[in-house]
């Protein structure tokens, strides 16, 4: 089992990035996936995860509006794009995959637990200038 995540760079704010988290070893559509981030000096947070059985979407607030993900089965990959950035959104990013109380974590709607994550991709970071 291995996640990849890639896709980070510099970018200057407003601008796009967008992330991938390519899986081996399993299917990634049989999983919740989260994407995390974790800016420096601070505690790594769930940014979006998005359920597997019912296609339920979790923001958070601060990214609500500008991030999308995004699932290509045939590439086994899930897509973070990112929008409008802020300098505020400069962090390490982390795909991880989840299974049933991640999944149910997602569609009731509730911030991620990363005790609810099995695996973890290595991480990408991104850097927005302002």
């Known amino acids: 089992v291995q996640l990849q995540a890639s896709g980070g760079g510099l970018v200057q704010a407003g601008g796009s990035l967008r992330l991938s988290c390519a899986a081996s070893?399993?299917?990634?559509?049989?999983?919740?996936i989260g994407w995390f981030r974790q800016a420096p000096g601070k505690e790594r947070e769930g940014v979006l995860c998005?359920?597997?059985?019912?296609?339920?979407?979790y923001y958070a607030d601060s990214v609500k509006g500008r991030f999308t993900i995004s699932r290509d089965n045939a590439k086994n990959t899930v897509y973070l794009q990112m929008n409008s950035l802020k300098p505020e959104d400069t962090a390490v990013y982390y795909c991880?995959?989840?299974?049933?109380?991640?999944?149910?974590?997602?569609?009731?709607?509730?911030?991620?637990?990363?005790?609810?994550?099995?695996?973890w991709g290595q991480g990408t970071l991104v850097t927005v200038s302002s």
């Open positions: 991880a995959i989840g299974s049933v109380s991640a999944d149910y974590t997602v569609r009731i709607g509730a911030p991620p637990e990363q005790w609810e994550y099995d695996h």
């Open positions: 998005a359920s597997s059985s019912d296609g339920s979407t």
């Open positions: 070893g399993f299917t990634l559509d049989d999983y919740a």
